[in-house]
């Protein structure tokens, strides 16, 4: 047998096993790695899907919490396990598109995984310890703009989309505020803020709304261009006190590069089928988040644009830029 006829044997034989294995995956238990604490936003909303995933593929898919460096720890092991579907990522639109602008890392968000989905869009809120003197945004930046560094605002951490986000709000108003990052999630600063130990956040609507509707925290603004249903009477930042801005992440989930695209494929079809359900959209939507319906490529194009976006947004706040 001559070399070329060989090599053509060979590949199809490699192609007919990947199409046998995503015809039978998965055949045992689905590990879902994420970078940040039980009870974060990516955990809240990746464990509905999770058990819908199991019962729609008849294997367990298991959410596994490993927080640390703004999201980087889970992030590293997703990204260094085999290409073989049984280890995903689920992320924040922040650990893949900001962290890379602030931290020195082992891989590539753009290139050492295979997008799978994305599974959400969402704005977040800004919420104050109910002894601040802010009913709105407008009110925040008057008494921020008397007082100078004098509050202080929790985050998940240094880098964190919302630690980003809050700084850009602050970027554009002329204030400052000192910033209190937490290590890896919000229940911590969560709790300081209940207790007033910190004075603000910013959040997603998830994450506090158990708050927001007992009344241990207020609400100053949504960060999108439109009031939320889930947080009625609560207006957008842009509407009541900051002009323009605006403020938008998501959730998605992901493979290590390399996982056979039959697998891929197969994830984001069953994903998809099961956001487009009225079940999921109504709990979606109950906690302030929006279903998303994408292909792979169209999660890798979001990515993408939101990897530059961060970038520029990294810069012009002199965050340290580190390549």
């Known amino acids: 047998m001559t070399r070329l006829p060989f090599m053509l044997v060979w590949l199809a034989a490699t192609l007919a096993a990947a ?4 015809q039978t ?22 464990r509905p899907l999770a058990q819908k995933l199991s019962e729609a593929l008849g294997q367990q898919f298991v959410i596994d919490a490993r927080p640390g460096a703004t999201g980087t720890i889970g992030s590293e092991l997703v990204a260094k396990s085999a ?10 639109s922040s650990a893949m598109g900001s962290t890379p602008h602030l931290q020195k890392l082992s891989f590539d968000p753009l290139r050492d995984f295979a997008p799978i989905a994305q599974i959400n869009e969402f704005y ?30 929790g985050s998940t951490g240094v880098g ?10 602050c970027q554009m108003a002329g204030i400052r505020l000192l910033h209190v990052p937490y290590r890896g999630g919000g229940s911590a600063a969560i709790a300081d803020l209940i207790a007033g130990r910190v004075d603000l956040m910013l959040d997603n609507i998830a994450v506090v709304k158990t708050q927001l509707d007992a009344g241990r925290v207020r609400a100053l603004g949504v960060t999108g261009l439109r009031p939320v ?13 900051l002009p323009g801005y605006e403020s938008v992440g998501w959730h998605g989930w992901l493979a290590p590069a390399g996982t056979p695209r039959e697998m891929v494929v197969q994830l984001n079809a069953a994903i998809r089928k099961i956001l487009a359900t009225p079940e999921m959209k109504m709990l979606w939507n109950a906690q302030g988040v929006e279903t998303i319906d994408t292909t792979p490529e169209q999660f890798a194009g979001r990515m993408r644009r939101d990897y530059d976006r961060y970038g520029r947004l990294v810069r ?8």
């Open 160 to 169: 964190s989309g919302f630690h980003l986000n809050f700084e850009y709000f």
């Open 25 to 46: 995956y998965p055949v045992k238990t689905v590990r879902v790695v994420h970078g940040f604490a039980v009870g974060s936003a990516i955990d809240i909303f990746s």
């Open 229 to 241: 249903a889930a947080l009625p009477g609560v207006p957008p930042i842009a509407d009541s006190g």
């Open 83 to 92: 290409p073989d579907g049984y280890t995903l990522l689920a992320a924040p």
């Open 19 to 22: 199409q046998a294995a995503a």
């Open 316 to 323: 012009s706040l002199g965050l340290g830029i580190t390549k």
């Open 124 to 153: 977040s809120v800004i919420v104050a310890h109910p002894s601040v003197p802010a009913r709105n945004a407008a009110d925040l930046i008057r008494l921020a703009k008397a007082r100078p560094g004098y509050l202080t605002y």
